[in-house]
């Protein structure tokens, strides 16, 4: 469980909300930021701001110095094979756009096939439609089970000789359960196809080897474990990444520019058009840092205990509905998504709001995993390594009187 000497880490933990401290539960969306990572933004922006790749003046050096560190690190921090492989874009959605307008456009034809789950994010969804709609490709997705699983049957069945694409979330970010990505993977690579990997809640909650994975790309934002926003990771196989056309075009990705043609760069250059965000970059490393200090044991064993400590305690009330809670044999991050009955989520979380207990209402940028589920709308709250039983006693004390306040 995190203590007390860990919350004095994160400056934002020590304020009140509503006129009480403040219970952060909306870990899913971003989370808190360490001091160790605000001092490197404002030590980067106080002391060598710069353009890097572009001067070749001492602060330019020393902008590039940071930013290709952070690139080095990432690649450690997710296992790629070269750093190279590691393309900085501003935020997951942004790294998966990318996948979907160089390489979907390119090489994905008419009559081929895209498969992705119910439960993608709408940033691992939406493109994909895109792509479809463009190529008159075929959108086809996998269901789940009873209990938020995805179907083993969808997944043999629906990943054919004709799929070019697999997109799967590596952990839902409504139901919080951990997909089988290597055996998606191994299933797509059978039949020729690529594996689009979402790890937008997996590499904060999880220690993550993309070539264990069998991930052809991996992308994920800095901001939802410990880094500021701005900053986000593609992964993506050399030889793939080669292949592929630029996303974005300007300065710092070409190589020659003449009035009527272009070449580009090499990796990840080609990919890395106009001023990057070193500053997040700065703030990037730091948070690796501090992950792999605290550890991921230590993080999966926080959130195991408080999933421990709250399920029972929720499953007593009988005005709560649970999703995604009830899988068994599955592995599962912190992430509770829950109704009250009869008191619409915006109302709950409005009225958790005035206790300081923050949490995320609203379809969570999942709307066809809403659907699949019933619902329009549901409660979701998330944890991190800086949460404590004394949150979740709050968290459940605040629920208690929502139905009061409601008068129901």
Same mark, same amino acid.
């Given at each position: ?12 933990? !020590? ?14 969306? $971003? ?36 930013? /290709? ?15 190279? /492989? ?22 994905? !034809? ?44 969808? &997944? ?12 799967? $979330? ?40 993309? !070539? ?18 701005? &900053? ?5 196989? /050399? ?15 070409? /190589? ?80 509770? $998504? ?20 923050? &949490? ?35 968290? &459940? ?12």
């Amino acid at each position: 469980m995190a203590d007390l000497e860990l919350r004095r880490d994160f400056p934002l933990l !020590q304020r009140k909300m509503n006129g009480k401290p403040l219970v952060y539960l909306d870990n899913g969306a $971003t989370t808190q930021k360490p001091e160790s990572v605000v001092q490197a933004v404002c030590k980067y922006y106080g002391g060598c701001n710069a353009n890097p790749h572009r001067g070749a003046y001492e602060l330019s050096v020393q902008a590039t110095g940071i930013y /290709e560190t952070a690139r080095a690190r990432t690649q450690r921090f997710i296992h790629a094979a070269k750093p190279e /492989e590691v393309i900085f874009t501003k935020n997951a959605t942004e790294a998966l756009n990318l996948v979907a307008y160089s390489y979907g456009l390119t090489f994905v !034809q008419p009559g081929d096939e895209i498969v992705i789950t119910v439960a993608e994010h709408h940033s691992n969804l939406v493109p994909w439609q895109m792509v479809a709609s463009r190529k008159q490709a075929v959108l086809k997705y996998i269901y789940l089970n009873g209990d938020g699983t995805l179907s083993e049957e969808d &997944i043999e069945t629906k990943i054919t000789e004709k799929t070019k694409i697999v997109a799967v $979330t590596q952990v839902s970010n409504v139901l919080g359960l951990v997909n089988d990505v290597r055996r998606i993977a191994h299933k797509a690579h059978s039949v020729g196809a690529v594996c689009v990997v979402d790890g937008s809640q997996s590499a904060a909650h999880m220690a993550v080897d993309v !070539q264990e994975l069998g991930a052809d790309f991996f992308a994920f934002s800095g901001h939802k474990l410990l880094s500021p926003m701005g &900053i986000g990771v593609l992964y993506g196989k /050399e030889e793939l990444l080669d292949k592929m056309p630029p996303f974005l075009m300007g300065g710092d990705m070409i /190589e020659y520019v003449e009035e009527q043609e272009t070449t580009f760069a090499e990796l990840p250059s080609k990919f890395e058009a106009g001023t990057q965000n070193v500053g997040g970059a700065a703030g990037l490393i730091a948070a690796i840092e501090y992950l792999e200090h605290f550890t991921f044991e230590r993080v999966e064993q926080v959130e195991r205990e408080l999933l421990d400590y709250a399920l029972p305690q929720l499953r007593e009330l009988p005005f709560i509905e649970l999703y995604g809670c009830d899988a068994v044999k599955a592995r599962k991050t912190g992430i509770i $998504t829950f109704n009250v009955k009869d008191v619409h989520p915006h109302d709950v979380s409005t009225i958790l709001d005035a206790q300081g207990v923050a &949490i995320r209402a609203g379809h969570h940028c999942a709307q066809p995993l809403m659907r699949y589920l019933g619902q329009n709308a549901t409660c979701r709250a998330s944890f991190y390594l800086y949460n404590t039983k004394d949150d979740i006693d709050r968290w &459940i004390a605040a629920l208690k009187e929502v139905r009061k306040v409601m008068r129901l």
